[in-house]
């Protein structure tokens, strides 16, 4: 009996774990963080809007959705999105990855005739069955560029005029000094005679005469021996 209580409660407890894992808690799934590069506008105008969005849930499909003022224009710039609804001026992705960031850029034009005034760029991000808002953008409308400054004063503007100084320049005279260079008559180069060895001459003594001629009788007396 007591084992089975104990399996019937492990199974319990199992259950109950798995009801906390799959119930959706109210915790931010998402984050979106909307940037206007001109929020300054006149009639006819245009600016960009981008919009960037940090998932932090499972895999789980995704919108967003942007309410402009009626009458303005938005155009698609770049996404990743799997669909786009112009009508309602929707972003859908079918299934994103966890810790996944994603990125939206539009084109919003004000139209010509619109009224001065604080205009309001609203959205909601769709995700797991949970809807968050996005943070609420305004955008200022004015009639002309120039419109809208900081500047309340109501006295005539006054120009300052430069006052000319009595600028005495005395030059000081240049002297011109011309040098005239005559030319130098060049030596054409001095041709180097060369000396032709003249071979030496062998002086013979006059004893030299004499002792070939004792060696020829010297010779012939010894033939004449041997005979």
Not at 116 to 129: A, E, L, S
Request: charged share 15%; hydrophobic share 35%.
């Amino acid at each position: 009996m007591k084992s089975n209580i104990k399996n019937k409660s492990g199974y319990i407890i199992c259950i109950i774990l798995l009801i906390f894992m799959f119930t959706p808690t109210g915790q931010a799934l998402v984050s979106a963080q909307r940037t206007i590069d001109r929020n300054v506008l006149t009639p006819g105008s245009e600016t960009n809007v981008n919009i960037i969005m940090q998932n932090d849930n499972i895999k789980r499909s995704l919108s967003i959705r942007e309410s402009i003022p009626p009458g303005w224009g938005l155009i698609r710039i770049s996404d990743d999105a799997d669909q786009f609804k112009a009508n309602t001026n929707e972003w859908v992705w079918v299934n994103i990855e966890n810790n996944t960031v994603k990125t939206v850029e539009y084109r919003l034009t004000v139209p010509s005739g619109t009224t001065p005034g604080i205009y309001n760029i609203n959205g909601n991000i769709t995700t797991g069955g949970v809807t968050l808002d996005v943070a609420k953008s305004t955008i200022e409308v004015t009639s002309s560029p120039g419109s809208g400054s900081s500047s309340g004063s109501n006295y005539p503007a006054i120009t300052p005029t430069p006052m000319k100084n009595n600028i005495n320049i005395s030059g000081t005279p240049t002297e011109t000094i011309t040098v005239t260079i005559a030319k130098q008559t060049i030596a054409a180069p001095i041709e180097t005679a060369k000396e032709t060895p003249i071979p030496a001459t062998t002086n013979k003594s006059p004893g030299f005469g004499i002792m070939i001629s004792i060696g020829i009788i010297a010779t012939i007396y010894i033939l004449r021996k041997m005979k």
